[in-house]
């Protein structure tokens, strides 16, 4: 079955350390999204890739970093300059054309201790 | 600044009762509209989706409609079942951004017994 991996389901950090969240998936997308969902709030796009070895920044990519090394996977990296890194955290990927529209992971709650 | 905007941040109907969640947008190269349901600690899942040369898009007890002129669509569920309680999020893409969505902030539906 295709899909989109997100792992793990739960994440605790202590402030000041780098976490990794990871995102695979096997749809054969060319595109990866990161987004952030806070209590209340909506989807806020922290960063995105349309292809291999290339990403750009969204709305709120300050304290987060990302990779594209491979079509499969889209790491994120929450650093130590995240302010407020607890939240929710959202992949997902898309194929060529907008009627595909988004396939979501079923996200990686992250929480600071 | 928000290109979509849901106004309801909330929205409580009883069941068998038809809900209907509003979406509105500025953006005027925007021609692909979809709508997402997402549980809690859980992936956002499509749901439903309607092109611009379109007013209506049905299924099953999901009905959108889009008002061009307005910059406005809807999303109707008849009936509403319990099932149902979710945030829904409107989504909407434009012909010369790829594949990008912008999503509006989402609107928590509860359907009562």
């Known amino acids: 079955d295709g899909g989109i991996t997100q792992s793990p389901k739960y994440l605790f950090r202590k402030e000041g350390q780098n976490v990794t969240l990871s995102c695979e998936q096997n749809l054969n997308h060319d595109a990866m999204y990161w987004y952030r969902q806070d209590p209340g709030q909506g989807l806020r796009l922290i960063y995105y890739?349309?292809?291999?070895?290339?990403?750009q920044k969204g709305d709120i990519a300050e304290g987060y970093s990302v990779s594209r090394e491979k079509k499969e996977s889209f790491p994120l990296t929450v650093t130590s300059a995240q302010k407020n890194p607890t939240a929710f955290y959202l992949c997902?990927?898309?194929?060529?054309?907008?009627?595909?529209?988004?396939?979501f992971g079923s996200g990686t709650r992250l929480t600071v201790v | 600044d928000q290109q979509v905007k849901q106004n309801s941040p909330s929205l409580s109907v009883q069941e068998g009762r038809i809900s209907i969640l509003n979406c509105d947008y500025t953006?005027?190269?925007?021609?692909?509209f979809l709508w997402y349901k997402k549980y809690p600690a859980e992936g956002p899942t499509f749901l439903i989706s309607?092109?611009?040369?379109?007013d209506k898009n049905e299924d099953g007890r999901f009905t959108v409609f889009l008002n061009k002129s307005a910059k406005h669509l809807s999303l109707h569920i008849v009936p509403s079942q319990p099932g149902d309680s979710a945030v829904y999020f409107c989504a909407a893409s434009a012909y010369n951004a790829g594949n990008m969505l912008t999503f509006g902030g989402g609107t928590r539906l509860m359907v009562k017994p």
């Open positions: 953006n005027s190269m925007f021609d692909y």
């Open positions: 309607i092109s611009s040369i379109k």
């Open positions: 997902a990927s898309s194929g060529t054309g907008v009627s595909y529209g988004y396939t």
């Open positions: 890739s349309q292809i291999v070895n290339d990403f």
